[in-house]
């Protein structure tokens, strides 16, 4: 399968712990987003990488949230000291820039619980 | 107000049936996309589209610019079309520069 993978699928874990998602993206793409979906919500943007360049970060990236993407290739996303309101569907997405389209290809997500 | 907005929220229809859901849009964009998320989490990517119209088997997505408005359409429902069904924008500027802005989804279930 050559689309994008998260791990882990679900994580349940309780308030105050660390958390860290992984996203491996489509390989040639070079950008990789996160978004975060609460239940029966539309997906909100977090943050944006360009290669190993993190562009930009949403208002609701508070600073217990950190992503990187050290060789432009996977990233991963840090959530310190988890609260309750944390819990959602942490979805990624890849894209290639072309000729102005950029068609993003997501990846099947990984669900937060915090008890 | 949110920048994207889909109606209906819910809908329930019968096999074979005609659907349309529909997104308005409040800004300005260089792109639309439809998108589908089945129980579970995992969405694709329909369509892309910035004018006009395009189709895919059974799936037509189309868009009027001036008024800020694209309808997806699904021609002989079937069950296998459950889903939610989300209207998303890459708007010119915010919204992350190509970070997606998102409606908040039309669940939709076809009966047998």
């Known amino acids: 399968d050559t689309g994008v993978s998260q791990n882990p699928r679900h994580k349940i874990t309780k308030r105050g712990q660390n958390v860290t998602f992984r996203c491996d993206p489509i390989?040639?793409?070079?950008?990789l987003y996160w978004y975060r979906q609460t239940l029966g919500q539309g997906p909100e943007f977090l943050t944006y990488?360009?290669?190993?360049?993190?562009?930009?970060k949403s208002r609701l990236l508070s600073d217990r949230f950190s992503a990187e993407r050290p060789k432009g290739s996977f990233s991963t996303l840090e959530i310190q000291r988890t609260e309750q309101g944390d819990s959602a569907m942490y979805l990624c997405?890849?894209?290639?820039?072309?000729?102005?389209?950029?068609?993003?290809?997501f990846g099947p997500g990984t669900r937060l619980t915090v008890l | 107000k949110n920048e994207v907005e889909q109606s209906p929220q819910n809908l329930t229809a019968q096999e074979g049936e005609f659907i349309t859901i529909n997104c308005s849009y409040s800004?300005?964009?260089?792109?639309l996309h439809w998108l589908q998320q089945h129980p579970g989490g995992g969405i694709v990517s329909l369509f892309m589209?910035?004018?006009g119209k395009k189709k895919h088997g059974r799936l037509i997505a189309t868009i009027n610019i001036q008024e800020k408005h694209s309808s997806l359409h699904i021609t002989a429902s079937h069950p296998r079309d459950s889903a939610v069904y989300i209207c998303?924008?890459?708007?010119?500027?915010?919204?992350?520069?190509?970070?997606?802005?998102f409606g908040k989804g039309t669940h939709l279930i076809i009966q047998p």
């Open positions: 997405a890849s894209s290639r820039i072309r000729a102005g389209h950029n068609e993003q290809f």
């Open positions: 390989s040639e793409h070079n950008r």
């Open positions: 990488f360009q290669n190993e360049a993190q562009l930009e």
């Open positions: 800004v300005g964009i260089s792109a």
């Open positions: 589209l910035s004018s």
């Open positions: 998303a924008v890459t708007m010119y500027s915010g919204g992350g520069a190509d970070g997606l802005t």
